[in-house]
């Protein structure tokens, strides 16, 4: 047991998978994992084991935003010997060329400021994906005809944002999409010498105002889960 995660040693897989709603976790892994068996649920936040093509793999909630996910993160990693961490969520679409429904592959994360952020100071570090998580998560959204986009998001500590002139500037730069999560991820992820990245899936555009409808959700979020799980073995 750690704080937060009450799993027993030994009951967290190499490979988790991190959706940020502990209920999607519980779908994915009833839908997508043999044998799954509930393995945290300390304050609600849903963590199973069970295995995938033979594999054992963790589907842990995170919660919302980057200081609930680092606790998780933190301890997946220091306590339980996590390897392989793939975020699993949505995002909000930034370009035009971005639909509902696509999938984006975060290559980097840009923030204002994550729970990282003090031990920088001045320096800007730039939160990155593992190279060969990435690599294999492009090849299995291409063999899945998946509407994909790589590039770099952007992760927000607020999803009611006040400051329209900063999406300018993350549109203006390229910047695929806006979740609240990835970046401290990432930045965990190289502290502790893990592999870490995010798949997600667009579930609203902050430029067209369109939502993904909720019956729309599982499916589509069927194919971020499976390309998740592909890149974790590849
Ligand atoms: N902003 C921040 N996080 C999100 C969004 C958004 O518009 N959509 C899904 N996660």
Same mark, same amino acid.
């Given at each position: !047991?750690?704080? &937060?995660? /009450?799993?027993?040693?030994?009951? #967290? +897989?190499? $490979?988790?998978?991190?959706?940020?709603? %502990?209920?999607?976790?519980?779908?994915?892994?009833?839908?997508?994992?043999?044998?799954?068996?509930?393995?945290?649920?300390?304050?609600?936040?849903?963590?199973?084991?069970?295995?995938?093509?033979?594999?054992?793999?963790?589907?842990?909630?995170?919660?919302?935003?980057?200081?609930?996910?680092?606790?998780?993160?933190?301890?997946?990693?220091?306590?339980?010997?996590?390897?392989?961490?793939?975020?699993?969520?949505?995002?909000?679409? !930034?370009?035009? &060329?971005? /639909?509902?429904?696509?999938?984006? #592959? +975060?290559? $980097?994360?840009?923030?204002?400021?994550? %729970?990282?952020?003090?031990?920088?100071?001045?320096?800007?570090?730039?939160?990155?994906?593992?190279?060969?998580?990435?690599?294999?998560?492009?090849?299995?959204?291409?063999?899945?005809?998946?509407?994909?986009?790589?590039?770099?998001?952007?992760?927000?500590?607020?999803?009611?944002?006040?400051?329209?002139?900063?999406?300018?500037?993350?549109?203006?730069?390229?910047?695929?999409?806006?979740?609240?999560?990835?970046?401290?991820?990432?930045?965990?992820?190289?502290?502790?010498?893990?592999?870490?990245?995010?798949?997600? $899936?667009?579930?609203?555009?902050?430029?067209?105002?369109?939502?993904?409808?909720?019956?729309?959700?599982?499916?589509?979020?069927?194919?971020?889960?499976?390309?998740?799980?592909?890149?974790?073995?590849?």
């Amino acid at each position: !047991m750690s704080v &937060h995660i /009450g799993a027993k040693p030994g009951e #967290i +897989a190499e $490979t988790v998978l991190m959706p940020g709603d %502990p209920y999607r976790a519980r779908w994915a892994a009833e839908t997508f994992l043999k044998g799954a068996k509930l393995v945290n649920e300390v304050r609600g936040m849903l963590g199973y084991t069970g295995t995938w093509r033979g594999h054992p793999v963790t589907i842990q909630g995170s919660g919302m935003g980057m200081p609930s996910l680092s606790i998780y993160a933190n301890e997946l990693m220091a306590e339980y010997g996590a390897q392989t961490l793939i975020r699993i969520g949505s995002c909000g679409g !930034m370009q035009p &060329h971005v /639909g509902i429904r696509d999938v984006i #592959i +975060a290559m $980097t994360a840009s923030t204002i400021t994550s %729970p990282s952020s003090g031990i920088f100071r001045e320096v800007n570090f730039a939160p990155a994906a593992d190279w060969s998580l990435l690599r294999a998560a492009v090849a299995s959204a291409e063999k899945k005809g998946a509407k994909t986009h790589v590039g770099g998001i952007y992760s927000s500590d607020v999803f009611y944002a006040e400051r329209p002139d900063l999406d300018e500037q993350m549109v203006r730069h390229g910047i695929l999409g806006v979740e609240m999560e990835a970046a401290e991820l990432y930045t965990l992820a190289a502290r502790h010498k893990r592999r870490a990245l995010a798949v997600l $899936t667009v579930s609203d555009h902050l430029q067209t105002g369109e939502a993904l409808p909720s019956e729309d959700r599982e499916r589509t979020f069927g194919d971020m889960v499976e390309i998740a799980l592909e890149a974790a073995f590849t």
